[in-house]
């Protein structure tokens, strides 16, 4: 590059240039990208192919890990199952906790700004590992929680987070209570609906209910896919909070399928297997979002097509 | 109007190449190095280790030289061994240290993930569950060299605790202290609940009666828990069998009435409130060994090592060791193990400088003062003698107790497979699938045998 910018320009069309600077802006992330993304993605797909165990050169078996992960490990689907329902239940939750408050905050309140601010910082803080500790803490057994319960009463041995049926729910709670980004993505959407739609409908003699579920859903639903993507990505990405709060326990109840990743590469020195497990976790994130994708048509309303359905 | 085409080319470069090093000079690296082991508790130092300042040459003494030195402990032993390593330095100065201590936990996590990057530490310090791992993935040198050249003085270390360094004919760890399993039991604990203190010859009975007694007469936990594979092998050994085959294939007993037997027992002491659930034992685990019950006076008794009263006797000084219970009509169980080992890497470039250190650590008497035996036993019988001149009454009852253990001991079985780890983990979730009353033991143990050989297998390969 450097030679080419010492030799006379005289020759060079304007956009030829232009493309010149761009491509030099953009060396930085572009190097970046390349190194710190699309290199280890490569090496980590050859990986799934071998056996290594990071302590000596990998071996090539194949498709063995693939075949293994889906016809022998069972932590393989204990770990899908737990996902998934961490998935199903969070995600709904948290979208459904986020759209209330953001209807409510959709008003001419004093303070508002307030509101806003103190809703949203919980997602800021939300995904750390201080909060993991913090949460691991008040749901443990010399927590707030179990002294809650017992001064109203309720005397018992478990916590909530050493309970295999209770487990997830806590860390499920960790996932709803950071719905502030979430919310203020509802609460741009909603601000985007004409409010000439509700005056309409009032002059039509519609009620709340109506015309919650036929002028704010439909037109919120551009919003509520792109929430509901994002959301379902990071959901089976969830890590932190399983392994800091419960480490996969007890009994695997918490078994996040990155954990178990995590355990198979780091602490069992399998990698090859492990990263066999991360592509297949691409593959089913990948499948997810089609489905979204491909089934939009049908429920999604943008603005640009006329009336709406 | 060349000027105006080539100025932005110009200014664009310049400028991508600021962002470009800004944003290399600025992190050192840690960030990625330090994911696996993000939960493991580490204290001052947390730097990238196996950057060598020297170069590279071992026999040139004045050449400064950089060891990076790995180990892990709790707090005391980070603040002791750091005053050991600035006293090396002091009495030969061209050799610095680069420490990365950290927690029992994520540790050979770290470890593992430093060896794929080719990174290990010089000095590691390493244990026996793990060593074979280590050893057949040739990550650590054959240190027997420096033994035939005296640069490494073993002659007063007993051959037996040698050759617990020795894997597949190579020397490749140094075992640095001798301990074996002992139980610590809390006199204060006892006394309150009206129990008489345990003594050598006591059982399983007799151990399941005093548990329940202070359980029941104080509401205080008898026991810490019993739920680990180290404690279950003392139990299978008890019954003249192996935890695992000698070759590591699979387990070594057939009877799987040993394991529902072990079963019934924590069961029962869990039911009746005298052993912690698994959710009580997760909430003080995460806690240092000077904060864990016994030490604090909320339990009787704790299954650990001998050197546990030496560690935590800044907390407690009264408490006081014994042997595990004995089974009636059974064999010793008992075996003396080396404490840990210090080994070096075989990426390391420093490999002289490495083992001057560990031969001054094993044979000084100047670093064996500041070391007062937390780690274990010394295992130079110079050493050994030279304290018991100045010893502290734990070190002393540390030092009574191998003697006592020696009685009630048996050879030392092979160092643990390849899969460990994970079969560490499988014995542990059978185990609690029945105190979450899941599962019966037999069930338990059944699964168990099924899903240990099957990793077992896999990784003999």
Redesign the interface.
Known sequence: MKTILMKPMLKRSRKENENLVGYTLLAPWLIGFLVIFVVPMAASLYYSFTNYNMLRAPRFVGLDNYVRMFTQDDSFWISLRVTFFYVLVMVPLRLAFALFIAMLLNTRRKFLGLYRTFYYIPSIVGGSVAVSIVWKQIFGNDGVAMSLLAAIGIEQRLSFIGNPDTAIWTIILLGVWQFGSSMLIFLAGLKQIPSSLYESALIDGANAWSRFWRITIPMLTPVIFFNLILQIINGFRVFTEGFIITDGGPLDSTLFYVLNLYRRAFTYFEMGYSSAMAWALVAIIAFFTLILFKTQSSWVHYESKEGGR | ??KR??L???M??L??VM??IS?CSGGTGNSGANG?G??STSSKQETSSGTNAGSGNDNSDPEPVKLSIAWWGSQTRHDYTQKLLDLYTELNPYVTFEATPSGWDGY??KL??Q??GGKLPDIIQMDYQYIA??SN???LADLQPFVDNQTLDLGRVDENIVGSGRVNGELTGIAISSTAMAVTYNPDVFANAGVEAPIPEWTWEQFIDAMTRIADNTGKLGTESLIDTQTFSYWVRQHGQHLFKEDGSALGYEDDAIMVEFINMVKSLQDNKSMP????R??YESRGKEAMPVVTGDAGVRFDWANFTVITAGSNPNLKLVTPPLKGGGENGLWIKPGMFFSVAESSNHKEEAVKFINWFINSKEANDIIAAERGIPVSSEIRDYLKTSLTPQQQDMFDYLNVALQYSSPIDPPEP??F??VS?EFI?AV??VM?D?ISPEEAAQNFRKVAN?ILERNAN
């Open positions: 109007m060349t085409l080539r932005p080319t110009i664009a470069f400028l991508s962002i470009m944003a696996a993000s939960a050979f996590d593992s993930a060896a794929a791992t280590f993935n040739d990550l659930t698994p959710d009580e997760a909430q390849s899969g780890a994970e983990k979730d609690n699938k979450y899941q099957q």
